[in-house]
């Protein structure tokens, strides 16, 4: 019974990645300019900042960054718990 469900999560994941491959984009085919044109004309104007890296990052995708510091924080405060224990 085990090695059937691990077989049907196994293909479901194949499955998963197959279609999600080839509903990809090719490769060096830019998706959203009208996006990066709105973003590289309005930054300054809509966030205050005058880099258009920082505007982005800190005022357009916060919770992004925000999430990527969270999934950093907690994987150095694992490494040490490893550490603390071996040591």
Same mark, same amino acid.
């Given at each position: 019974?085990?090695?059937? +469900?691990?077989? +049907? &999560?196994? &293909?479901?994941?194949?499955?998963?990645?197959?279609?999600?491959?080839? %509903? /990809?984009?090719?490769?060096?085919?830019?998706? @959203?300019?009208?996006?990066? %044109?709105?973003?590289?004309?309005?930054?300054? %104007?809509?966030?205050? /900042?005058?880099?258009?890296?920082?505007?982005?990052?800190?005022? @357009?995708?916060?919770?992004?960054?925000?999430?990527?510091?969270?999934?950093?924080? /907690? /994987?150095?405060?694992?490494?040490? +718990? +490893?550490?603390?224990?071996?040591?």
């Amino acid at each position: 019974m085990r090695k059937k +469900v691990g077989a +049907v &999560i196994l &293909i479901l994941f194949f499955s998963f990645m197959l279609f999600g491959a080839s %509903e /990809a984009r090719d490769f060096g085919e830019p998706e @959203y300019l009208d996006l990066d %044109e709105h973003l590289i004309e309005n930054a300054q %104007e809509d966030t205050g /900042a005058n880099n258009v890296v920082t505007a982005v990052l800190y005022d @357009y995708r916060s919770f992004d960054t925000l999430g990527e510091a969270t999934v950093l924080f /907690a /994987a150095i405060a694992s490494v040490m +718990v +490893v550490l603390r224990r071996m040591a």
